[in-house]
């Protein structure tokens, strides 16, 4: 089986491997062929090895989970390295700000309708967060997908998603350095901002 790569279209282009659908996805899972142990997950159609952590990221996480609980109004949630289900993919983003749900999200993952924000933290995958990850995420119309970049100590927040065309992504790209604050914005509201060092490791 392929491993995560830098950017999907190179792997993708070589041929004899297998591409799943969500729903063959959740058959493998629900069949025991697939689980927790197997680490992986599904981008675009491809089962791909989730890549391992590091200290420096998975303090990150932490820092980011702790203050985005802090700020996220009632009716909304944060949901830390779990998954969403998309039209080709199942990916675990670190962190997901998405819209509560009254059976607690255990019957189903979030949608893209259920995600108000998506945020990854990269280093040594920073090209196929900022490729990939973006494609994905706007071809899908995730409202707003952030990047917290270890490497170059900033956010990039893009915003704008362009749906389902031929070249997906986003229309706009923002970056804040570590003595900005970056805006959490949800349903098109301005909740709160987060300082940019109280992110980073």
């Known amino acids: 089986m392929p491993t995560q790569s830098a950017t999907l279209p190179i792997m993708g282009q070589i041929a004899g491997f297998r591409r799943f ?29 989730k ?10 996480v ?4 702790r203050r985005l609980t802090r700020i996220v109004p009632p009716g909304w949630e944060v949901r830390v390295q779990s998954a969403v289900t998309l039209s080709s993919s199942e990916p675990e983003p670190d962190i997901a700000v998405v819209r509560e749900d009254i059976a607690e999200y255990t019957t189903h993952h979030p949608g893209p ?4 924000v998506l945020i990854e ?3 040594s995958t920073l090209d196929g967060d900022r490729i990939d990850k ?11 997908y952030w990047i917290i970049n270890l490497t170059d100590r900033q956010v990039e927040v893009h915003s704008n998603p362009t749906g ?3 070249a997906p992504g986003y229309a706009t790209r923002q970056v804040y350095g570590p003595a900005d604050s970056v805006p959490l914005i949800l349903d098109g509201a301005t909740i709160g901002a987060i300082p940019v060092h109280d992110l980073l490791p």
């Not at 969500?22 to 090895?49: F, K, P, Q, R, T």
């Not at 890549?51 to 990150?60: A, V």
């Not at 973006?134 to 995730?142: F, K, W």
């Open 21 to 49: 659908t969500v729903d063959e996805y959740h058959s493998l899972i629900a069949s025991g062929h697939l689980d927790e142990n197997d680490n992986m997950e599904l981008i675009e159609g491809y089962l791909l090895m």
């Open 51 to 60: 890549m391992p952590r590091n200290p420096p990221q998975d303090g990150s």
């Open 62 to 65: 932490q820092k980011t989970n």
């Open 113 to 116: 309708a259920d995600i108000g």
């Open 121 to 123: 933290i990269s280093d």
């Open 134 to 144: 973006s494609r994905i995420y706007g071809r899908e119309n995730i409202p707003y």
């Open 164 to 166: 389902p065309i031929a």
